[in-house]
């Protein structure tokens, strides 16, 4: 599991939600009829700080990061966050993680 931000999507996060430097992003599972990884689920994000982070990344001086209790979502998976020009809004892109033995 890993989360990539781009710094397209660090800066939307910035003009959008208001956050800055020194700021906590938090990416969560949350029932949605919108589409995600699992049906009746996608991501929610929170200004908020970590309480149990156990995956987390760093863009622009925000961290984004996801708590313990809600890797579940993310298992098998990475998560890319990226700005779309067009939309003028942020996109999520999971990509499977192959496990591979020694």
Known sequence: MSIVISSGAASWFKRELGVAEGDYIRLFPRYSSGGGLHPGFSLGIAIEPPARPMIETTQEGIV????EQDLWYMEGYGL???????????EYKYEAKTVTSD
Not at 64 to 67: D, G, H
């Open 64 to 67: 984004f990061y996801m708590e």
């Open 80 to 90: 890319s966050v990226v700005y779309s020009e067009a939309e003028d809004d942020i």
